[in-house]
């Protein structure tokens, strides 16, 4: 498949002037839905594909073929941009190399390399990053190993909230310094320090959920956000609504007296149903 226009949109959005939400995906059809809602953006973040596949908490055991082949699944159901939690490159900067490539011929539009020491290690009680120098030689080496110019490469960073701010924004000025395209920060900001950040940095800025007087559009995109995560409630909802239709039915609730049920004509338009009745009798006779 081409996936060239999806990446050049991705990168509109971000030449823009305007902080976007992206649409949390997880499958083929959530992925389909979004596009229909007109999410310009769709994320796959790394815990979720850690739920979705696995079943498992967000604890780096899910595997980057078992990540790359569900973000194929997302992108060949339509055309949205999706970009991707890529967490820590699945090991060393070597290991950042074949992440890129693998998620570049699944067609993803931007993916993130965090600077996190994952998975964790034995006794350790928080979150810790690893050096600026190897933060900085996974940048390089994500760019080096990019073969679609238009593939968005993110560096990404929790620093600020487990470092302090200092230490993120030279961080965050290393990264830039690399050539990577974007920078996404994760962990609690407050106005100040995003402020502080946004005076160092000129590269688009994205960031992880945000709460409170942070959730301000207009305010994050005169700070050169472009993206900011709302959390990813779509498949929690999903989880919910799964469970309490099982529930019921195991409890004795008639099908015909199920509440909550996507129509038939919901379920023809996430599945494309029209489109494959038209190749049906086009090409089977």
Same mark, same amino acid.
């Given at each position: 498949?081409?996936?060239?226009?999806?990446?050049?949109?991705?990168?509109?959005?971000?030449? %823009? +002037?305007?902080?976007?939400? #992206?649409?949390?995906?997880?499958?083929?059809?959530?992925? /389909?839905?979004? =596009?229909?809602?007109?999410? =310009?953006?769709?994320?796959?973040?790394?815990?979720?594909?850690? &739920?979705?596949?696995?079943?498992?908490?967000?604890?780096?055991?899910?595997?980057?073929?078992?990540?790359?082949?569900?973000?194929? /699944?997302?992108?060949?159901?339509?055309?949205?941009?999706?970009?991707?939690?890529?967490?820590?490159?699945?090991?060393?900067?070597? +290991? @950042?190399?074949?992440?890129? !490539?693998?998620?570049?011929?699944?067609?993803?539009?931007?993916?993130?390399?965090?600077?996190?020491?994952?998975?964790?290690?034995?006794?350790?009680?928080?979150? *810790?990053?690893?050096?600026?120098? =190897?933060?900085?030689?996974?940048?390089?080496?994500?760019?080096?190993?990019?073969?679609?110019? *238009?593939?968005?490469?993110?560096?990404?960073?929790?620093? #600020?909230?487990?470092?302090?701010?200092?230490?993120?924004?030279?961080?965050?000025?290393?990264?830039?310094?690399?050539?990577?395209?974007?920078? &996404?920060?994760?962990?609690?900001?407050? /106005?100040?320090?995003?402020?502080?950040?946004?005076?160092?940095?000129?590269?688009?800025?994205?960031? %992880?959920?945000?709460?409170?007087?942070? !959730?301000?559009?207009?305010?994050?995109?005169?700070?050169? @956000? /472009?993206?900011?995560? !709302?959390?990813?409630?779509?498949?929690?909802?999903?989880?919910?609504?799964?469970?309490?239709?099982?529930?019921?039915?195991?409890?004795?609730?008639?099908?015909?007296?199920? !509440?909550?049920?996507?129509?038939?004509?919901?379920?023809?338009?996430?599945?494309?149903?029209?489109?494959?009745?038209?190749?049906?009798?086009?090409?089977?006779?």
């Amino acid at each position: 498949m081409h996936w060239t226009d999806r990446r050049e949109r991705y990168r509109q959005a971000l030449a %823009g +002037n305007a902080c976007i939400h #992206p649409g949390s995906v997880y499958d083929a059809i959530s992925a /389909r839905v979004a =596009e229909e809602l007109g999410f =310009e953006v769709g994320m796959f973040a790394g815990s979720i594909a850690s &739920f979705t596949v696995l079943g498992a908490p967000d604890l780096i055991v899910l595997t980057l073929t078992e990540f790359a082949a569900q973000a194929y /699944r997302i992108n060949r159901a339509g055309k949205l941009p999706l970009m991707v939690d890529a967490d820590h490159g699945y090991g060393n900067a070597l +290991n @950042v190399m074949r992440t890129v !490539q693998e998620l570049e011929t699944a067609g993803v539009a931007g993916l993130m390399i965090e600077d996190t020491l994952l998975p964790r290690g034995f006794g350790e009680k928080k979150p *810790t990053v690893i050096s600026i120098e =190897e933060g900085v030689g996974k940048m390089r080496a994500a760019l080096a190993a990019r073969e679609d110019s *238009t593939l968005t490469i993110i560096g990404r960073t929790s620093s #600020p909230s487990i470092t302090g701010l200092a230490d993120g924004i030279k961080r965050l000025k290393a990264y830039e310094a690399t050539g990577v395209d974007a920078l &996404f920060i994760a962990g609690g900001l407050t /106005r100040h320090d995003l402020d502080s950040i946004a005076e160092e940095i000129k590269i688009p800025l994205m960031l %992880g959920g945000v709460s409170g007087d942070m !959730q301000d559009k207009e305010y994050l995109a005169s700070r050169g @956000v /472009r993206i900011a995560l !709302q959390g990813h409630q779509p498949f929690s909802a999903a989880v919910k609504a799964m469970y309490d239709t099982l529930k019921a039915l195991r409890e004795g609730t008639k099908p015909s007296a199920l !509440q909550g049920i996507a129509s038939s004509e919901l379920m023809a338009k996430v599945t494309r149903e029209g489109d494959y009745k038209s190749w049906t009798e086009k090409f089977l006779g």
